[in-house]
């Protein structure tokens, strides 16, 4: 049981706009820790795609953005892309868990 | 620019010791950064490990604590994971990587290392 929770899936398709949305708690999110997004492309390594909840990394296409409200956070990708099909995955700090560094569980996209 | 890359056995019979190794090049092991253990078993999510600073200084995941040991090897610009008692739900890939600010920039080269617990 992760301690930030994502949605198992969602879906959408190409060129619509879709959210994956990243619920905490008072200990982390709501605490007002920064909320990261990372894209997983299969067998690969996770990419950092949102840092400090709603800035971008060189490179990263302008249809990601994220934002954060209270206990939650959201990633949002419009004109959704066949290449955007993949996991993604929100990840902050909890100061309940002895400085622990925390993922959601990861939200499976698929580009219908 | 920095660049990780995870080694060790990949199988590792239980109860046994796991023991992975990250090889830091592009950026001293000494530099103002923690370095990461996060680990994904076969389809699941990510999981945070734990990490080290280069005075030595580590925070560990509270469910993994007991069994976890992380070390630096500033000598070989390496650090290096340890987890004892290992059971099949120590399955899994293993990645280092390396922490900018509260986020990941850097992780290890290709898919990291996957590491099976089986007799």
């Known amino acids: 049981q992760s301690v930030l929770t994502q949605p198992p899936s969602v879906s959408g398709a190409p060129g619509q706009r879709v959210t994956i949305s990243c619920t905490g708690s008072?200990?982390?999110?709501?605490?007002?820790?920064?909320v990261h997004w990372y894209q997983q492309l299969p067998g690969t390594a996770p990419k950092l795609l949102i840092y400090?909840?709603?800035n971008r990394p060189s490179g990263v296409p302008d249809r990601f953005s994220g934002s954060r409200s209270g206990t939650s956070a959201s990633l949002a990708i419009t004109g959704l892309q066949a290449e955007d099909e993949a996991d993604y995955y929100c990840q902050s700090y909890d100061n309940n868990l002895s400085g622990s560094r925390v993922f959601g569980g990861g939200t499976k996209l698929t580009v219908l | 620019q920095v660049q990780l890359q995870e080694s060790g056995p990949g199988l590792v019979e239980p109860p046994g010791t796991l023991s992975l190794t990250c090889t830091v090049s592009?950026?001293?092991?000494?530099?103002?950064?923690?370095w990461n253990w996060v680990r994904q078993p076969p389809g699941k999510g990510l999981e945070w490990i734990g990490e080290i600073y280069h005075s030595g200084d580590t925070n560990y995941n509270p469910s993994l604590k007991s069994r976890v040991t992380i070390s630096l090897d500033k000598s070989k610009n390496q650090f290096s994971l340890r987890l004892s008692s290992v059971t099949a739900a120590d399955t899994a890939v293993y990645y280092c990587a390396r922490r900018t600010g509260s986020y990941y920039i850097n992780w290890g080269r290709g898919q990291g290392t996957l590491v099976t617990v089986s007799s």
């Open positions: 592009g950026d001293s092991i000494s530099s103002s950064y923690w």
């Open positions: 008072n200990s982390n999110i709501g605490a007002g820790y920064d």
């Open positions: 400090n909840n709603n």
